[in-house]
Structure formats: structure tokens, C-alpha cells
């Protein structure tokens, strides 16, 4: 069965860090874009990162420019999303995909992960 599980969240504080994991199971995640959303509480859901194939290019949102890195573990078949200087805005319910274009025309969402950004 072809399915990306995410994890990773939690509560933490202003300016805590994160990391999420996106584990494939039933595909070579690494043959893969690989794209990170988030949807805040009454807000759309929104690109975050992406790296993409073949060359493993890098793409951020302007709001976690900096902050943010994505990777890739192929022998554990699992991406990364490492959150550092976290901000109350970045609260949100964290998507994994095999895509990397608008969330609308994506259509295999796991569970998400919480990550709640407060004091």
C-alpha cells in the first residue's frame, strides 16, 4: 500500500525547534518530489517546502525562508521537515506529499501533524 505517514509535531515555545518526519511505505520516497503543507485554523492549506528529483533542488516559502530545511533519508525511506526559531504563525497542521504544486490539485492527504507554537 502506497502511504506517507507524518509526525513529528507538538507543542513548543517561541522560538523552539521541530522536526517532522515523513515516512513512505510502499514506494522509493527518494524517486519522488517530495513536498511539505501546512493549513493553519480557518486558513487554506499552504505550500511550505519542497525538494525535488532528480537534482534534490530545495524550495522554501518566503515565511520559513531561513528557518526551515527539508530533507531526504533514503536509507530510511522518510523526508524531513527541521523547524528551528519557531513563531506562534507557523501553528499549524502539518502535510507531507508526493507533490510539490498547488495543495488543491493534490488529492492523497495523510493525517498531518499538530505543531502548536506557544507559551
Known amino acids: 500500500q502506497v502511504q506517507l505517514v507524518e509526525s513529528g509535531g507538538g507543542l513548543v515555545q517561541p522560538g523552539g525547534s521541530l522536526r517532522l518526519a515523513c515516512a513512505a511505505s510502499?514506494?522509493?520516497?527518494?524517486?519522488?518530489?517530495i513536498g511539505w503543507f501546512r493549513q493553519a485554523p480557518g486558513k487554506e492549506r499552504a505550500g511550505v517546502s519542497c525538494?525535488?528529483?532528480?537534482?534534490?533542488?530545495?524550495y522554501y516559502a518566503d515565511s520559513v525562508m531561513g528557518r526551515f530545511t527539508i530533507s531526504k533519508d533514503p536509507d530510511k525511506n522518510t523526508a524531513y521537515l527541521q523547524m528551528t526559531s519557531l513563531k506562534r504563525e507557523d501553528t499549524a497542521v502539518y502535510y507531507c506529499a508526493t507533490w510539490c504544486g498547488a495543495p488543491g490539485a493534490y488529492d492523497s492527504w495523510g493525517q498531518g501533524t499538530q505543531v502548536t507554537v506557544s507559551s
Open positions: 510502499g514506494f522509493t520516497l527518494g524517486d519522488y518530489d
Open positions: 525538494i525535488s528529483v532528480p537534482d534534490g533542488t530545495r
